[in-house]
């Protein structure tokens, strides 16, 4: 199955120039969904976009719903080591035999549209769509409450925007897939708002002024209700504990958010409350800003028939991880695995790890690959606020950068660097600059963190 499915385009590992875009549309998803007896319209759904975020938004929400009692499914792209992680019920993901049993039942589907698309000189449905149409056939037979779904790449013409959601979220923009998206904030966010649907409202977590007026254009268009964060609900954070001296310690958070009013959660007494405190278990600030915007999102779905109460967000809040989200997965040296793949995420992430601290005994190390439409240099500047040392690499796959581009692409002045072929050699040469005492951070690339968690569970399982 996963070299049938590999052998399909696929928009997330790279095209030829042109590809993509002249591929990418809802048509053919359409189609398939119409073909299977339209799976996705059998559970209601909670969409979300945004270009950081996005993930830990749908992880935080699907664990509130899951702590009100709900069956939930949730959807996320991309998977970090196996493909299964990407359609959960229940926060387990989906067994293999389950995989492989939807993929059989979408597979006549898929083959019938290849063969028409054939006849046209056209494609059949990409990767992408056959496995969203693969996690919709799955949920629809699962009995859920509620599916809270992840957009791939954008959202007005992603695999995923057939569904007429209870409500969308959009989190945080910047400027990624700037080829597909728009080369601007404000375009950026015009795509990614192409999720809200008529009449259904929408929680915004965007900051930036061009991407609020984006949203904005678009609920008003679509005479949607938009709560936006800073404006219709706010929250502020505080660190849980104190980093220890000499101890490398991401910090956690505990957030308060003044809720507006038509999201209210009811608590023990099933009065509605009007602000929410709850300590954040993916550790980090920016996890504060995902955890308000999931909160409110939970508020909302009280009146569409999901009432969550302030009790079961304080616990959905505190449990949800994902991998390669600030993941700690050694200790000697600490070596800490983050998916950081654009220039937001990259400052969030390094404000975490200095935040984190770490032991006087060793350095501070960064294992860095890129795609090639990244905005390396200004991720490896970034990167400089924190590193001492930088090892350059890469990743199997079209998309990868060459790292000895990426070394010209170290400003003047910054941490010495180096290059080494591949991420095994990159990971034991990371171990070796860093030292027991020291810190090893593996980002730029979803496809670096899968490869370096590969090679750290084969030695454990030696």
Known sequence: MIEWLDSRENHEHGQEPGAARSSWGLGRMRRLLQLLGSPHAAVPVVHVAGTKGKGSTVAMLAAMLRASGYREGCYLSPHVERVEERICVGGRPIPS???VQAWQRVLPAVESMDRSAARRGGKGPTWFEIMTAMAFDHFARQSLAVVVLETGLGG?????NVVRPLLSVITSIGLDHMDLLGRTVGRIATEKAGIIKRSRPVVSGAVQPAARRSIREVATARRSRLLEIGRDFSYRCRPVAEIAKNRFSPRQYEV???LPLEAGLPDAGGREVSRLRAVVGMPGRHQAANAAVAIVAAGLLGPLGFPVSAAACRRGLAGPRLPARMEQVAVKPVIVIDAAHNTASMQALVATLIEAGGSRSG???LLFAASRDKPAAEMLAEAARWAERIVLTGYAGRRASDPRRLLE???????????VENSAEGLHRARQLAGAGGVVCVAG?????SEVRGLLEAVEER
């Not at 007005?156 to 995923?160: E, G, I, N, Y």
């Not at 690339?445 to 963190?449: D, K, P, Q, R, W």
């Open 363 to 365: 350095r501070r190390v």
């Open 445 to 449: 690339s979803f496809f670096l963190a």
């Open 256 to 258: 308060e958010v003044r």
């Open 97 to 99: 035999r389950d995989l």
């Open 156 to 160: 007005r013409l992603d695999a995923t």
């Open 409 to 419: 692409a170290i400003a003047a002045g910054g941490p010495p660097a180096e290059v």
